[in-house]
């Protein structure tokens, strides 16, 4: 099988981000409550709603902008097509101008995608993961998933999903520089950042994965042992 080009398949699929957040969790992640905002003509907080929409499974793979990429995995959820025709669109009357996308977690992490992206069939809302529901260090209690474009965009611990006519309301995480943060980052076309090549990219960002890996897994270590969650 072909791997996407400068990525690495491995067989785990580790905790992994900014290391900002490395020891951020969400209060609450039992329980799925995320917001419609931002140009909208009411906003909405959704919660039961999801089980209105049909439940899709699909197995895809996961690419990290640092070259490690998980192979088929599971996922279980919501096409996110669904999600913005029957809550965005109808219930909080979000116009079709407003294409520009932000996703917040419950730790401050947050992206932005174009909405024609987010509207391809593979895109979804999960909340599970290979057949159990999604644990802590996946994103719990629901996370998207857009397998065409880098895990960075893929947010985890969604509260919010925010649209609007322009970027203005979006900034990457700070102190992260704008330079990582491509507005479409396809992993097909190596959109791993802006300015700089993506094969210049790859390299630099290989170095920071043994580190990233451990440092996330220590802190969801410490994290369970701090909470006794019965939460993964
Ligand atoms: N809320 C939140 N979402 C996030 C991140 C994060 O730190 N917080 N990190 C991103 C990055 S850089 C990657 S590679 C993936 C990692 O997903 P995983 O931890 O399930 O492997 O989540 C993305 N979504
Ligand atoms: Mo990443």
Redesign the pocket.
């Known amino acids: 099988m072909k791997l996407p080009p400068g990525q690495q398949a491995r067989a785990d699929?580790?905790?992994?981000?900014?290391g900002?957040?490395?020891r951020?969790f969400p209060a609450t992640p039992e329980r799925i409550r995320f917001r419609i905002v931002g140009d909208v003509g009411r906003e909405v907080t959704v919660e039961h709603q999801l089980q209105g929409l049909p439940r899709v499974e699909q197995t895809s793979d996961?690419h990290?902008?640092?070259t490690?990429s998980?192979l088929a995995r599971g996922w279980s959820g919501w096409r996110f097509s669904d999600v913005y025709e029957q809550l965005a669109r109808r219930d909080a009357a979000a116009p079709p101008e407003a294409e520009v996308v932000v996703?917040?977690?419950?730790?401050?992490?947050?992206?932005c995608l174009m909405l024609d992206d987010l509207l391809k069939p593979d895109v979804m809302l999960a909340d599970r993961?290979d057949g159990q529901p999604l644990g802590l260090?996946?994103?719990a209690p629901l996370?998207?998933v857009a397998p065409a474009h880098?895990?960075?965009?893929?947010?985890?611990?969604?509260v919010a999903i925010e649209f609007w006519r322009d970027r203005r309301a979006y900034r990457f995480?700070f102190p992260y520089p704008a330079l990582m943060d491509h507005p479409r980052a396809r992993v097909a076309f190596e959109e791993r950042g802006r300015w700089i090549p993506g094969a210049i990219l790859r390299r630099l960002y290989r170095l920071i994965i043994p580190l990233t890996v451990w440092n996330?897994a220590r802190a969801l270590n410490e994290h369970r042992r701090r909470t006794s969650m019965s939460i993964r």
């Open positions: 699929f580790p905790r992994f981000g900014l900002k957040f490395a951020r996961f990290c902008v640092t490690w998980a996703f917040r977690g419950e730790d401050g992490y947050c992206s993961l260090g996946h994103g996370r998207l880098y895990g960075y965009k893929n947010v985890k611990h969604l995480p996330f």
